[in-house]
């Protein structure tokens, strides 16, 4: 395993050696280009690089990177794991390091994100290349930076730090919309805050290297830190700085913007593309006031196209998704083999599992749904065989086409929660869930007539490695 | 009609028409472009993007927005009640 990252500008090098990277100099207008760009690299193929821009029509020397995350080579490169690491190994990786939780933080006093600092006349539309993403955006929304901020209840408690990611509109010179559904941990803070008749501090780092992005869109506990879980996956303490105002952000950022949410305040905010590959709506949303701003020099600005799935932001929720659910599921039934989660943040989730006696699908199924991230996504929950890679599609696919008699091998629960933003559900926020059990019947379940499945012949795991070495040969 | 900076000072915001309009940045390499934003409905756009985004006329009916629509929207999270003085 390659060592921690220190930085977004150590990983784009390796991206770049790797030849996952691609550098575009010519000029480009800020709309539609840079998003066009990073919504064509997703229909370009499973493999595809990020790419970075460097003339950028009206800015004077103005960097964006995209697509950083937006391939599974690229997803692994960021793993420190080798570029051709198969899902289903990045999957039992990510999930056998989540598990060693906590790791450490390093505290350091100084970062190159305090290079340049700006106190006065704060515009955030001079200071990043902000940019519209999709054509019904409401604005420009910051949404690949990490949110940093405290419980004004027990501010000394490293454990209940948060860092998320969570979208940012930007609506003036210093003012940002947030959206902050009252699922996530800054809710928390926030209800705190405004129940004390206070303002919440807050840092929002931008340009992170690649692993605290990802835990900052990993569903953690509320006394987890993302910081001591980035250390066990990165492999070595998690550098921070401290902020004046006591909020700890990544030593590798590039730029640092410090402000308050405003106590009570809510203002119009969105429609944004979001997730599901529809456009949220308008609501009424907290607010941040931006006080201060610092960058490195010649900053380097990040962020996340996102479109109708499949595009960067599907990579970002994939592991992150999928190995919570499979941790807790296993807690319960140690027979679950793997979990695939990625499909639309977990809407849909396959579970593999092996099977206790006849009809334990069905538990397994519903044990998804009660998952802290399954209450408020899994919709439909597919169970499989512990001999089929919930991972391979063709493979799933196989598995629903002869292994589900929908007489008995469906079942839904109506009226359950779900997340507001599924366009599915009737009325909003509550939707029918449905698990369907493709799993071979066994007794007491002696229903249709499953003879002698086909098996591999002798040899065959010989020959594939031998086959592998001949074929990279061959294409060299 | 794209506009570019500092040429044509637009009247109306493309969303929802309101007729009070700031100037939120101007482009560092100077008249390249102009970012435009309306405090009533906080849309905010670039002259030099594709007319859909720029010009009332032309804004996609779908996400126009009247300013009347502004206050049912739905306030999330809501605002806690304070802590009363111990």
């Known amino acids: 395993m390659r060592g921690a990252y220190k930085d977004l500008r150590e990983f784009l090098s390796v991206l770049e050696q790797e030849g996952q990277m691609l550098r575009i100099h010519d000029q480009v207008l800020a709309e539609p280009d840079m998003a066009a760009a990073a919504c064509a690299l997703t229909e370009i193929g499973e493999s595809s690089p990020a790419i970075h821009f460097d003339n950028i029509a009206g800015f004077t020397n103005a960097r964006v990177a995209m697509n950083v995350h937006g391939s599974w080579c690229n997803h692994a490169l960021a793993l420190g794991m080798e570029k051709d690491a198969s899902m289903r190994d990045q999957f039992f990786e990510f999930v056998r390091r989540f598990q060693l939780y906590p790791g450490a933080l390093e505290r350091v006093e100084s970062a190159p994100w305090q290079e340049v600092v700006i106190e006065k006349d704060v515009n955030l539309f001079e200071i990043l290349p902000l940019f519209r993403l999709n054509r019904g955006d409401g604005g420009y929304f910051i949404d690949k930076a990490c949110t940093i901020s405290r419980d004004l209840d027990d501010w000394d408690n490293d454990d209940v730090e948060n860092v998320g990611i969570y979208r940012l509109q930007v609506k003036g010179p210093n003012r940002l919309g947030i959206q902050t559904v009252p699922q996530h941990d800054i809710a928390i803070h926030m209800a705190h805050a405004e129940e004390r008749g206070e303002d919440l501090p807050v840092a929002i780092a931008l340009g992170n290297e690649p692993i605290i992005t990802l835990m900052g869109a990993t569903p953690l506990l509320y006394t987890q830190l993302e910081y001591k879980m980035a250390a066990v996956m990165q492999g070595s303490p998690y550098r921070v700085v401290r902020t004046a105002k006591g909020l700890d952000v990544p030593w590798g950022a590039e730029y640092v913007l410090e402000g308050r949410v405003l106590c009570g305040v809510r203002e119009t905010e969105g429609p944004f593309g979001e997730f599901p590959g529809y456009y949220s709506g308008c609501h009424k949303y907290p607010v941040i006031e931006i006080d201060r701003v610092s960058h490195r020099k010649d900053p380097l600005y990040d962020a996340v196209y996102v479109g109708r799935p499949w595009t960067e932001i599907d990579f970002l929720q994939a592991m992150t998704t999928s190995a919570p659910i499979f941790l807790q599921l296993k807690q319960t039934f140690p027979e679950v083999v793997a979990v695939n989660a990625l499909y639309t943040h977990g809407l849909v989730v396959v579970v593999s599992t092996r099977i206790r006696y006849g009809g334990f699908a069905k538990y397994v199924g519903l044990r998804v749904l009660t998952t802290t991230h399954g209450l408020g996504y899994a919709k439909i929950v597919i169970v499989v065989d512990e001999d089929v890679d919930p991972f391979d599609l063709k493979q799933v696919m196989w598995a629903i086409s002869v292994k589900v008699n929908p007489a008995g091998d469906i079942v839904t629960i109506p009226n359950l929660a779900e997340n507001l933003l599924d366009p599915a559900c009737s009325p909003g926020g509550i939707v029918t869930k449905m698990i369907i059990d493709a799993t071979t019947p066994v007794a007491p379940d002696v229903r249709g007539d499953y003879g002698e499945e086909l098996d591999k012949l002798e040899n065959t795991d010989q020959w594939r490695t031998k086959l592998q070495g001949l074929i990279k040969e061959m294409r060299k | ?86």
């Open chain 2, 1 to 86: 009609m794209t506009s570019p900076a500092g040429n044509l000072a637009p009247t109306a915001c493309p969303r929802c028409r309101s007729g009070e309009i700031r100037v939120l940045g101007k482009s560092p390499v100077a008249a390249v472009w102009t970012i435009f934003g309306c405090p009533t409905c906080f849309y905010a756009w670039r002259s030099s993007e594709p007319e859909e985004n720029v010009s009332p006329d032309k804004y996609p009916a779908p996400f126009r927005l009247r300013p009347d629509d502004l206050a049912d929207l739905k306030t999330i999270p809501a605002v806690p009640p304070r802590r009363s003085a111990k």
